[in-house]
């Protein structure tokens, strides 16, 4: 399996409908590990690394938007796959339980 990680950041009315969770939903179902959070900006933002193909369905997920949401434009840019053990908290992208909600503004 070729592993790939991108950074997005979704513009629109996606905060206070549930979009974190929805994300982390969507994440955990195509087995996609990273993390997502709130931005000052009221975008939404994290990174996710996993398949190829499972990527694209999430990003289709993420232009799509939970129910309750409006999404204008999703940014979605490629990055470096990290190394083993690189960056705190930050797991494989072989299970289903390492998508993370960061509650905190960065």
Known sequence: MSVKRYTFT????????????????????????????????????????????NLEQFRQKLEQG???????????????VRKEGEGQGYMKANTSENFSIARTYR
């Not at 969770?21 to 690394?49: D, H, M, W």
């Not at 939970?66 to 470096?80: M, P």
């Open 66 to 80: 939970s129910s309750a949401s409006t999404v204008h434009k999703v940014e979605w840019d490629e990055i470096e």
């Open 10 to 53: 979704v513009h629109g009315y996606v905060q206070g409908v549930f979009f974190r969770k929805y994300t982390q939903n969507a994440a955990s179902a195509l087995s996609i590990s990273g993390f997502v959070r709130n931005l000052p900006s009221g975008s939404v933002a994290g990174e996710a690394e996993g398949s190829l193909e």
